[in-house]
């Protein structure tokens, strides 16, 4: 059974910095792109970032561009998510994503992140 | 970058009615769309891939349509257990974007 367990959310000042992390079990892990996804409250589904299998590749989206970056560690089966220079709009839960067509049929079930003085 | 623009923004329909929510591309993205559900204070699922293939597990009155640019999702005979908010996501290239999703309600 493919899991997706999010951690190292919490509380962090404007202009912070936060590492979260995604571990993998179920499948190969190293095998599979993977993604970030956040959701601010009350609000829609927002892409965030992905990362290729090998993690020669990443990608983001333009509200995190020169902020965040993504990693993967393929030995621990764990996909990480360092935040810097964090905002009020980051405030979200984030969501660990994959799936071997594209489309995300395995989601974790997400850590909070708080941007707040 | 892609946008994809969703209509309705929201919905109230009856139990047993057929609901159909419309997912639009500003470019071509082939058939590499898919469709989301989430049920309040849980996690998206996937119902549909590749814009018209039905995820393992989803009832068969959810389906999923269009190429190109255009795509609709259709619930035929609406449940109560359907009362969520639905997204459709463009896959083909990064950035992945969401639609900014529909929110079907029971009248």
């Known amino acids: 059974e493919v899991q997706l367990l999010e951690s190292g959310g919490g509380l962090v000042q404007p202009g912070g910095s936060l590492r979260l992390s995604c571990a993998a079990s179920?499948?190969?892990?190293?095998?599979?792109?993977m993604s970030w996804v956040r959701q601010a409250p009350g609000k829609g589904l927002e892409w965030v970032s992905a990362?290729?299998?090998?993690?020669?590749?990443?990608y983001f989206g333009d509200s995190v561009k020169g902020r965040f970056t993504i990693s993967r560690d393929n030995s621990k089966n764990t996909l990480f998510l360092q935040m810097h220079n964090m905002r009020a709009e980051d405030t979200a839960i984030y969501y660990c994503?994959?799936?071997?067509?594209?489309?995300?049929?395995?989601w974790g079930q997400g850590t909070l992140a708080t941007v707040s003085s | 970058d892609i946008q994809m623009t969703q209509s309705p923004s929201s919905l109230s329909a009856s139990v047993g009615d057929r609901v159909t929510i419309t997912c639009r591309a500003s470019?071509?993205?082939?058939?590499?769309l898919a469709w989301y559900q989430q049920i309040p204070g849980t996690v998206p699922k996937l119902l549909i891939y590749?814009?018209?293939t039905l995820q393992s597990g989803v009832p068969s009155r959810f389906s999923g349509s269009g190429s190109g640019t255009d795509f609709t999702l259709t619930i035929n005979s609406l449940q109560a257990e359907d009362v969520a908010t639905y997204y459709c996501?463009?896959?083909?290239?990064?950035?992945?974007?969401f639609g900014g999703g529909t929110k079907v309600e029971i009248k």
């Open positions: 179920g499948f190969t892990f190293s095998s599979y792109a």
């Open positions: 470019q071509v993205i082939g058939g590499y």
């Open positions: 996501q463009k896959y083909n290239s990064a950035p992945l974007t």
């Open positions: 994503a994959t799936g071997l067509r594209g489309a995300f049929d395995h």
């Open positions: 590749a814009a018209s």
């Open positions: 990362i290729s299998g090998s993690g020669a590749t990443t």
